[in-house]
């Protein structure tokens, strides 16, 4: 039963003699190396579906707080700052009728598409293949780029893998609008944060909602120094319900593989048919 901050490489494979499942705790495998893992017959297994709505909720809790400077304000009001309403205190940007952009559009990223419907928001999304729950909603596909430059808000919810490590970048952030906020409820390298960093800082773009973060646990100590980014330690999946369902199917997956049955999700299923080889 492995979580995410647990790494399976191959030399780590080669040396577990008996290990026959790996039960990811997580949707995204990218701490399996899964061709490894399948040359030697181990099962990776992982539990989508069922985190969701918990993930769509927290991009979207992450967009409304960054955008309405709500944590911001709560440690004003903490620090005894608060001195009366003014016109001009606190002002934050507009959600409602604003463009939101996509990228991933897979489970979570279609379902935080719907949560945008209910904000009357133009939506735009980026994925490898077309999604027709999103286009239904009225949603328009756009190369990344032309997206990035659309967008008002954009969120990422892709899986961390070859093609998808560093996406967010230099030239991605600097085609982004100056009034932008950057959610990331995926994984951290995802985003190059330095660039991130750098373009908060600067005020190249508006803000930012993170849940993830390149060296989780340890989180960049520039952005922890800024205002306009509002941070999370790792909650998208965190309710009772989702948590639960987890780990149930968690269970359930690794349960199968030692009664010889395909698992309720697998990563793998080439490796059902691959010998077992300890070494």
Known sequence: MAMMANKFDGDLLSKLDSLRVISNFAVGYDNVDVGAATGRGIVVT????????????LAF???LTA???????DRLVREGKFTGWTPMTMLGNDVSGKTLGVIGAGRIGAAVAKRAEGFRMK?????RRKNDEIEKLGGVFLELHELLKESDFV??????NKETEGLIGK???????????LINTSRGEVVDEETLVTALKERRIAGAGLDVYKNEPRVNHRL???????????????TFNTRAKMAEMAALNAISVFRNERPPAIVNPEALGVSFRPV
């Open 155 to 160: 969120s990422l919810s892709v899986p961390l």
């Open 61 to 63: 809790g992450l967009l």
């Open 123 to 127: 939506i735009l999304y980026f994925s």
């Open 171 to 181: 030239r991605e952030i600097g085609v982004m609008k100056r009034n932008a906020i």
């Open 224 to 238: 922890v120094k800024l205002e306009n980014v509002v941070l999370s330690p790792h909650l998208g999946s965190a």
């Open 46 to 57: 992982n539990t989508p579906g069922v985190l969701t709505d918990a993930t769509a909720d």
């Open 67 to 73: 955008a309405r400077r709500i944590a911001e304000g």
